[in-house]
């Protein structure tokens, strides 16, 4: 299973990002899909996640109202916009999968992308 993420970079405070997330290796649809990060010194955050049919759950509280998840079961892809970033975001940014009404911890994770907002 590989989960390739991509999409980060330099994002000026106030803007915008989406990152993708490529899955193969598995099923794709049978699985829900998360974005999590994780800032230097800080532990791994949830940030975001979908359920295989693509009902979204609220984004993680340091999050909330700025980030939307969605998924493509055709392309095999997941994806998180984010807006109004602040530089807290900062952060490597990880999509998991884990298979569908199984709950815990993820079973799959990707390498990471990592967002730096800075001015």
């Known amino acids: 299973v590989q989960l390739q993420a991509s999409g980060g970079g330099l994002v000026t405070p106030g803007g915008s990002l989406r990152l993708s997330c490529a899955a193969s290796?598995?099923?794709?649809?049978?699985?829900?899909m998360g974005w999590f990060r994780q800032a230097p010194g800080k532990e791994r955050e949830f940030v975001a996640s979908i359920s295989r049919s693509g009902r979204s759950t609220p984004c993680g509280d340091s999050v909330q109202g700025r980030c939307t998840i969605s998924r493509d079961n055709a392309k095999n892809t997941v994806s998180l916009e984010m807006h109004s970033l602040k530089p807290e975001d900062t952060a490597v940014y990880y999509c998991?999968?884990?298979?569908?009404?199984?709950?815990?911890?993820?079973?799959?994770w990707g390498q990471g992308t990592q967002v730096t907002v800075s001015s």
């Open positions: 998991a999968a884990r298979p569908a009404f199984v709950t815990g911890e993820y079973q799959y």
């Open positions: 290796g598995l099923i794709f649809s049978s699985y829900s």
